[in-house]
């Protein structure tokens, strides 16, 4: 497990302990990767939260046109794993959590210990305000510090 | 809905009955619920179906039969699973003042309901 944030680390090895997922990313409602663990190639984790955030910012558009309020969470169940995806509030913004899981555990479980998870989160966030967004000029920059963060490369 | 609602409310009127539910046996989601207040459905539904899960595995690994009833009884209360066939399970919530015998019975009743 890696974490860009030190605060996330204790709070999400207890969801990796509990929950027996595969693969967990925490990211911002922009895309900035928070923590990992299970990815072993950048490139995957690049693209996970990418897609990840563009998933529940469609959610979000299509809560809008639908006027249902937001939804806050995506399952996809399959045959040998599963996905589950769900935004959070944070003291430091919106948050997204994504993890892959397979049949050693449930999508009940994943989704019992994800709430715990975003509750200690909060819990634990420090209080110095939300995570600026990144601006273009500086985003190859940002990503590729989160990056050597994240793999230590 | 309405009919396996009915057969929950039926277990959950036995006397210190605090919940009962419907849970998908392999995934731990609930399907349908009755509640007392202040009962984390989810949370049960979800411990249970994975603790019910690993005991039959435990029992089949022992070589026994799959149980007919799980039971787990607590310091002030009980948990009780039933098989409802389909990958379902019935879950319960007693308390300690619950006769556990006639709270067994009616999850029984409603899980061969819910088979039949």
């Known amino acids: 497990m890696k974490a860009i944030e030190p605060w996330v680390g204790v709070p999400l090895q207890t969801f990796l302990d509990d929950s027996n997922a595969r693969l967990t990313l925490l990211m911002t409602s922009a895309g900035q990767v928070i923590a990992q663990d299970g990815f072993t190639r950048s490139v995957d984790v690049m693209a996970a939260s990418a897609l990840g955030a563009g998933i529940i910012a469609s959610l979000d558009a299509l809560a809008d046109v639908m006027g249902t309020g937001p939804f806050s969470a995506v399952l996809h169940q399959g045959s040998r794993q599963s996905l589950y995806l769900r935004a959070f509030e944070t003291p430091r913004g919106r948050w997204i959590g994504l993890v892959v899981f397979g049949t050693e555990t449930s999508a009940g479980l994943v989704q019992v210990f994800f709430r715990d998870l975003a509750e200690r989160i909060a819990a634990a966030a420090p209080a110095n305000g939300t995570m600026a967004a990144p601006l273009a000029a500086t985003f190859e920059h940002e990503l590729n510090a989160s990056l050597r963060s994240l793999f230590g490369r | ?116």
Request: aromatic share 2%; net charge neutral.
């Open chain 2, 1 to 116: 809905m309405n009919a396996y609602r009915e057969l929950l409310d039926r277990v959950v009127q036995v006397r210190g009955m605090r919940a009962a539910m419907l849970v998908s046996e392999d995934d731990g989601l609930v399907v349908a619920e009755a509640l007392s207040e202040g009962v984390d459905g989810a949370s049960v539904a979800a411990l249970a179906a994975s603790l019910t899960l690993r005991i039959r595995r435990a029992a089949a690994s022992a070589g026994f039969a799959a149980p007919a009833v799980v039971q787990l009884r607590a310091e002030r209360g009980a948990l009780l699973t039933v098989q409802a066939g389909d990958g379902l399970l019935v879950v319960a919530i007693a308390d300690r003042e619950t006769n556990l015998g006639l709270a067994r019975l009616e999850l029984r009743e409603a899980a061969s309901r819910l088979v039949g």
